[in-house]
Nanobody, 124 residues
Framework: QFKLVESGGGLVQPGGSLRLSCAAS????????IAWFRQAPGKEREGVSCISTDGSTYYADSVKGRFDISRDNAKNMVYLQMNNLKPEDTAVYYC??????????????????WGQGTQVTVSS
């Protein structure tokens, strides 16, 4: 059974940093595309970043140059390093895994299993 658990969210001031973690169990994370999404109140869930099985990465334009996705296959973990955070980054952040294919995308429909989310609040 695919299971994902996010952690690392919290309250941070604008310009600060956070690192989100996503722990996978029930499957070998490196064999599947993994993505981070976020959803702010009253808004649709949007793709933030993803990593394919070959290690290639993609970022939404809104976070490019500020966020970095990485994967530790030995620990079965995926991380999202978020720097220079802005108030508009405030959202619940989710990690997700696709059961098929090797290439990731930032489309919600691509992914089959989701974590419960972790809240990130950027405010002074």
């Amino acid at each position: 059974q695919f299971k994902l658990v996010e952690s690392g969210g919290g309250l941070v001031q604008p310009g600060g940093s956070l690192r989100l973690s996503c722990a996978a169990s029930g499957f070998t994370l490196g064999y599947y595309p993994i993505a981070w999404f976020r959803q702010a109140p009253g808004k649709e869930r949007e793709g933030v970043s993803c990593i394919s099985t070959d290690g290639s990465t993609y970022y939404a334009d809104s976070v490019k140059g500020r966020f970095d996705i990485s994967r530790d296959n030995a620990k079965n973990m995926v991380y999202l390093q978020m720097n220079n955070l802005k108030p508009e980054d405030t959202a619940v952040y989710y990690c997700a895994v696709a059961r098929t294919g090797r290439k990731c995308t930032l489309a919600v429909a691509r992914y089959d299993y989701w974590g419960q989310g972790t809240q990130v609040t950027v405010s002074s």
